[in-house]
């Protein structure tokens, strides 16, 4: 028995597992299974090692709901956390719905043959959560996530309505390698080569991808291009905050990612339809995956800081006001404190926060709910107090792009 099953060990899973093992007097158990039941050893041998906590580890394929379904009922948590892959979502929804208990993740589900980065299909299951008077939290990563709970925290305590607001997401760390990429390079790919939108008075506005670029200057790394991308939190924070005028959503990439990038894309390697080669049926980007570094193993070499945060517009007592409020990461201390670079860390850290918030009852509810729904307080506290401190200041005026 568990009060809490983590599904998935890969970075962001192992960040998330050290995390709660560090907050025991909040996690009184936790089991971790995934696919490769060796990882979730070896993440197991060093939460034990750092934090002197047992963590029970499982083999399991979440892609099949009877076994979900078994494990959990094995386990018996009170909340499963998904941190598998975006393909899983569904089926550990439906395994949490069969077994009783509440559902959490960092991530929209994604069909396997086609790049949506849409909620509809979880928010399919918001009356069969509440008709079991479950609750389903999406998005408790960082991107969706933190920047979710930045926008509500600006809207609750510094802006009465919010105009305009920009995601911007910078990494500036340098990892050592000619490319890879710091998260699942399947989900990333799909993220980075599919076209950009941004909402705009009502209306999605599309671009093909990667093609506008604006310079920012981000304190702790420096003056960066950033790209224009569409990003699942747009869909949902347009829907939850309904008087913003403008979301966008930007990332910075170095001209070498995206020399790179374009070349893989320009030579087929990045579709995600499957193709025959030798008489078997194999899909390119899957390959490409296979033959990438795994983001967990560049966490030793990966220098630097991420900025990631939101710059939101809008009214305060009828007077124009312009907040910036972010959050700057550093590689080399994330590696320090759980073995992982700082984009699992920033993802990791804020799923053991919405964990934290849902077993202790802090964040209730029975349905599906986006993170921006619950109050931000207790998450933007913890989020201070557990390694990811954030600042918020008021800027001169809007954005001038
Ligand atoms: P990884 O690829 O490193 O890890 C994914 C893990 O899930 C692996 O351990 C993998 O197993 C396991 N897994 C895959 N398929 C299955 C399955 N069918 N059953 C059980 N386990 C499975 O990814 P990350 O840790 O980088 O990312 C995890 C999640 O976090 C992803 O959904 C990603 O999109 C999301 N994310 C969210 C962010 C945010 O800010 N909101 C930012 C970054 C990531 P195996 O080891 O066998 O391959």
């Known amino acids: 028995m568990a009060q809490v099953l983590v599904i998935g060990a890969g970075g962001v899973g192992s960040v998330a597992v050290h995390k709660m093992a560090m907050n025991a007097d909040i996690f009184t158990g936790i089991a971790l299974a995934s696919r490769t039941k060796s990882k979730c050893d070896a993440i197991a041998a060093s939460v034990k090692e750092r934090t002197g906590v047992d963590v029970a580890t499982y083999q399991i394929d979440a892609d099949d709901v009877a076994a979900t379904t078994a494990l959990i009922n094995d386990v018996k948590p009170v909340l499963v956390v998904n941190l598998a892959l975006p393909y899983q979502d569904l089926s550990i929804m439906d395994a949490c719905l069969a077994a ?170 990045t579709r995600i339809d499957p193709v025959v080669y030798e008489g078997k049926e194999i899909v390119p980007l899957q390959f490409l995956k296979a033959v990438l570094p795994e983001p967990a193993s560049l966490g030793a070499t990966t220098k630097g800081k991420t900025n990631i945060g939101d710059i939101a517009t809008g009214l305060k007592d009828g007077v124009e006001k312009t907040f910036y409020i972010y959050n700057i990461c550093d590689h080399e201390d994330a590696f320090a404190e759980t073995g992982n670079q700082a984009i699992s860390y920033t993802t990791g850290v804020p799923a053991m926060i919405g964990a934290a918030l849902v077993v202790q009852g802090l964040w209730k509810g029975e349905g599906v709910f986006n993170i921006e729904q619950l109050d931000p307080d207790p998450f933007m506290d913890m989020l201070n107090q557990h390694g990811l401190p954030w600042q918020v200041k008021e800027l001169s005026g809007p954005l001038q792009f």
Request: overall charge negative; some cysteine.
């Open 100 to 269: 009783g208990v509440h559902y959490m993740d960092t991530a929209n589900y994604e069909p396997r043959d086609e790049a949506k980065f849409e909620y509809k299909w979880q928010w399919a299951y918001q009356e069969r959560f509440k008709e079991k008077g479950l609750m389903a939290l999406l998005g408790s990563g960082f991107d969706p996530g933190v920047t979710s709970v930045f926008a509500t925290w600006l809207k609750k305590h510094k802006l009465d309505t919010i105009r305009t607001l920009d995601i911007l997401d910078c990494n500036g760390g340098d990892h050592g390698q000619a490319f890879a990429t710091n998260f699942n390079p399947e989900i990333n790919i799909r993220e980075v080569t599919a076209p950009a939108r941004h909402w705009l008075n009502g209306e999605w506005v599309e671009t093909p991808a990667l093609t506008i670029r604006q310079q920012f200057d981000f304190e702790g790394v420096g003056p960066k291009n950033m790209y224009l991308m569409y990003h699942e939190e747009i869909e949902s924070l347009k829907t939850h905050l309904p008087e913003i005028e403008r979301i966008r959503f930007w990332m910075t990439f170095g001209d070498a990612y995206i020399t790179h990038l374009t070349v893989l894309q320009n030579v087929g390697m």
